[in-house]
């Protein structure tokens, strides 16, 4: 007879193995009936592996070499039939995965992805099925299930393949549910919003939640306990606010500390004309159908965004996907075509420049991309990678490029000895580092970098900022930050506009915009990122009010949701700017 | 769709121009002389020879010849051959008909046999079945098809004595008969088919059990079979198709070498035949026709595409 408090998922000095390198040696985890728990480690510590291994589907060449897991009366170690995991897989154990984007079949409509396993576990008929189908979809609070029915995944977008990934699985009643980093690759708006229908979906279906992440301040919020893992060990169990409160594992408090990310410490600029100046820029995307004969597709990527930077000045751009924050740094690398507007750099109007200007107009100008795997050419050594930035330095010998870029590598921590080798065997961070540093060879005056720590770990992004930070100081270059994540470009950044669909919807200096958020945009996304604060005892998740009601009284803010509307920036206080609607 | 359809059929007249220009081009360049060629050879008055010229309009300057064929063409005249005096468009189809129940055949047979042995083999991926598979389509690709030709002649015409070894008979006049003179040129041309699209089958596949979505459908508790099926095939098989439409094509066009070696009336063995003979008429025909199979099958696998891949949109 099993009751309520027998745990569904014991897992008992499980050692995991690809070939001959342990991943995970000894790990011991109970999970109760319809508990939620956190699983946190940075990447590689096997916390994914750990997941997988509870579902029988470890990755190619990993095996079970120990240890036992134990769920619900199945051995799941040593099953007596294969079929009988089978059974359990989606009936019993349910799996969301990381990357929505990949994770449903781009081939097989939505309604036949959630019908499938339907089919596969249950004696329901097609209609039954299909009705179960459409109320999943409204629980996880998606309009018109009926339509979404017949669509393909690529006709949504990441959070929204995210919720129809988290009805389809739940749509099963699992007992258990494994999410492996379910909302990482997803803007902070948005992954609170996953997060909270995951939260809300599981509770009502009763189900247990094995919580994976290495964001200990995301998960923290939604888990009664926190187990933390480090290296193929579990170093830590405990319940959440204790954990919080007294960690004692020395790299719980390290991944705390982290997690954190210290004092903000802004980079102002110099007084005096600013290096950048952006005036009214509009950018379109024109997709055009046969030869322009059936007329066009125009998306307003940017809708006349006015900004500037300083010399040596770090200013944030902020905003979800979609909000044309990096297209418009792409714009002023002139990598994106500008339909309008002026680009100052220097003094000089960029549509100025042609030929040899505009060839060293690049190395003023430089860009660090958010994505370390895929920005670095595999097929070139890392020095390589980082002279190539001195290529239209003419002057420059062979053997004073090879000093200036190793020495570059050195100032961003890379010594000189792993010049040969390829990206791939560089981790994550390493990588950008060297972006980074080919970034910086050519001694710019501005760099643009579009979202630089998104794909990193949080221990990580402490890193590179801080990075970034000591760079500046000894290399004295300005910075255009993109980040969807408010927090991280509190860290560094003097001053912050925050976009929205391709508008300014709120532009302050950051302590300002931190102490007194006004758009109610700017609320929603500070609300979004969760960060942990220190308490009276020990550390808590930081409480971020959330949106009010606007005051009475208070001016009529656009709304980029009827952007039909007229728009105007107003100077709120000095220095302040607030889109409101009306006319100017 | 049909949008889609009118749009490359327009398309691919500029492929047709330069296509006839350089057919014609070519053929002038020959060496010999049509008129003479048409008179016997051996012609001892220059007078006659003048007379015919003057009548096949070889008397005329090449563009104004250029012209005077085109519009022959477009009006559907392909002339008549050379050596028989048949109308070059029956003749074509004719010979077009063996052609392609010979390839679509063999191809149907590849397909079917190369699929899922791709699969299998991508499934069981350095495990014993997969390493048969690849050897097994290494050992085919490298015997040349003329060669499994004649060895398949060798072993089950002469030796066995099971199928004819020579001749050709038409399925539409006599279905089993006919079908005995098929089962050797289909074989050959279908195993050296299966080795190549075996090893782009498996090679798709291998890609694709490695996303994410392969993992989910597994993590859902679906059998093997339906993941292998609907959801790896699907994903799997537009590098395949690629191949299919290249060697579709390829063939259609004529498989001069197998047609040979079985002496079939085939499109492959007409061309062959007519450049030996100076047939102009039917050369220049079947070269013309053999740039529309490419043109139509291209366009024919593009749609097929749209069936794989509900990113392509056709319009």
């Not at chain 1, 095996?63 to 059974?87: C, K, M």
């Not at chain 2, 959801?231 to 098989?237: G, L, Q, R, S, T």
């Not at chain 2, 043109?295 to 749209?306: C, F, G, M, Q």
Request: net charge positive; charged share 20%; glycine share 8%.
């Amino acid at each position: 007879m099993t009751t309520r408090d027998d745990p569904i998922l014991n897992i008992a000095g499980l050692k995991v193995s690809f070939g001959a390198a342990p991943v995970i040696h000894g790990a011991d985890l109970t999970l109760h009936r319809g508990e939620i728990m956190a699983l946190v480690g940075e990447s590689g510590s096997g916390k994914s592996v750990l997941g997988r291994a509870i579902l029988g589907l470890l990755p190619g060449g990993g095996r079970v070499s120990a240890g036992q897991i134990d769920f619900d009366g199945h051995d799941i170690t040593a099953p007596d039939t294969p079929e009988e995991l089978r059974r359990l897989r989606g009936r019993r154990i349910g799996m969301i995965f990381q990357e929505p984007l990949t994770s449903l079949n781009p081939n097989m409509r939505i309604g036949e992805q959630m019908a499938e396993a339907m089919r596969q576990h249950t004696d329901l008929g097609p209609r039954q099925i299909r009705d179960r189908a459409i109320d999943m979809l409204r629980q996880v609070r998606l309009k018109d299930p009926e339509a979404l029915l017949n669509r393909f995944p690529h006709e949504f977008s990441g959070g929204m393949r995210q919720r129809i990934m988290i009805a389809s699985v739940m749509m099963l009643k699992p007992a258990l549910l494994i999410a492996d980093e379910p909302t990482t690759a997803l803007d902070a708006v948005v992954q609170r919003e996953v997060l909270d229908i995951m939260a809300d979906v599981a509770r009502a279906n009763g189900a247990a939640v094995l919580l994976i992440s290495h964001d200990l301040a995301v998960v923290a919020a939604y888990a009664s306990r926190v187990a933390v893992m480090e290296k193929g060990v579990l170093v830590e169990t405990g319940a959440t606010a204790d954990v919080l409160r007294r960690p004692a594992h020395d790299y719980t408090r390290r991944l705390l500390a982290s997690a954190r990310l210290g004092q903000p410490a802004p980079v102002t600029g110099a007084a005096g004309t600013p290096l950048l100046t952006v005036e009214g820029l509009r950018v379109d995307f024109t997709e055009s159908r046969l030869f322009g004969l059936l007329g066009r597709n125009v998306t307003h990527a940017v809708r006349g965004v006015s900004l500037d930077v300083r010399r040596g000045e770090f200013v944030g751009l902020v905003g979800e996907s979609g909000s044309g924050k990096s297209t418009i740094g792409r714009a002023i690398a002139r990598l994106a075509p500008k339909v309008a507007g002026r680009i100052t750099f220097d003094g000089t109007d960029l549509d100025d420049c042609r030929g040899r200007a505009e060839r060293r107009l690049r190395q003023r100008i430089r860009l660090v991309f958010q994505d370390p795997y895929s920005s670095l050419n595999p097929r070139m050594r890392i020095g390589r990678i980082v002279r190539e930035g001195l290529r239209f330095d003419r002057d420059l010998s062979a053997a004073e490029r090879r000093r200036r870029s190793l020495a570059m590598l050195d100032a961003v921590g890379i010594p000189a000895a792993m010049a040969d080798r390829f990206p791939h065997a560089l981790s994550g961070g390493q990588r950008q580092r060297v972006a980074i540093a080919r970034a910086l060879v050519s001694r710019p005056d501005l760099v643009i970098a579009d979202e630089p720590v998104s794909a990193l770990d949080v221990t990580i992004q402490a890193q590179i900022l801080a990075l970034l930070k000591q760079l500046q100081e000894e290399f004295g270059f300005a910075c255009l930050f993109i980040s969807h994540d408010l927090h991280i470009v509190e860290q560094l950044c003097a001053r912050l506009v925050v976009l929205h669909r391709g508008r300014v919807m709120e532009q302050a200096d950051t302590a300002t915009l931190f102490a007194r958020p006004r758009h109610p945009y700017t609320q929603r996304l500070m609300a979004a990122s969760p960060r942990l604060e220190d308490g009276p005892e020990g550390l808590r998740l930081a409480k971020t009010a959330p949106p009010q009601a606007p005051e009475p009284g208070s001016p009529a803010f656009f709304d980029a949701q009827g952007t039909a509307a007229p728009y105007r920036l107003a100077e709120a206080a000095p220095g302040h700017f607030v889109a409101l609607r009306g006319a100017v | 769709m049909m949008g889609f359809v009118l749009r490359r059929l327009l398309m691919s007249i500029p492929t047709f121009v330069i296509v006839a220009i350089m057919i014609f081009a070519l053929v002038r360049a020959l060496p010999g002389d049509a008129a003479l060629l048409m008179l016997g050879g051996n012609i001892d008055d220059p007078a006659v020879l003048e007379q015919m010229r003057a009548q096949m309009g070889l008397d005329q300057p090449l563009p104004v010849q250029f012209l005077a064929w085109l519009r022959e063409m477009l009006s559907g005249n392909l002339g008549q051959s050379i050596l028989t005096g048949q109308d070059v468009g029956v003749l074509l189809w004719q010979r077009f008909g063996v052609t392609a129940s010979v390839v679509s055949l063999a191809m149907l047979t590849a397909l079917i046999v190369a699929v899922p042995a791709g699969l299998l083999a991508a499934h069981r991926h350095n495990g014993r079945t997969d390493y048969a598979v690849v050897f097994g389509s290494i050992v085919l690709l490298s015997m040349p098809s003329f060669w499994v030709g004649l060895m398949l002649l060798v072993l089950f015409g002469a030796i066995l004595g099971w199928l004819p070894t020579i001749g050709f008979v038409s399925i539409t006049e006599d279905l089993g008969r006919g079908m005995t003179y098929l089962i050797l040129p289909v074989t050959a041309l279908a195993l050296t088919e299966i080795a190549v699209l075996t090893r782009m089958m498996r090679a798709g596949s291998l890609e694709v059990i490695g996303k994410d979505y392969i993992t989910h459908a597994r993590a859902k508790g679906l059998t093997e079979t339906r993941v292998m099926w609907r959801h790896v095939f699907p994903n799997a098989f537009a590098p395949t198709l690629t191949m299919v439409g290249i060697m579709l094509a390829g063939l259609l066009a004529g498989a001069a070498v197998t047609e040979t070696v079985f002496t079939l009336p085939g499109i492959g063995k007409l061309l062959v035949d007519s450049i030996y003979a100076r047939d102009y008429p039917v050369l220049q025909g079947a070269l013309l026709f053999i740039a529309a199979i490419y043109v139509l099958t291209n366009l024919a696998i593009d749609i097929t595409y749209s069936f794989f891949d509900p990113k392509v949109r056709l319009t």
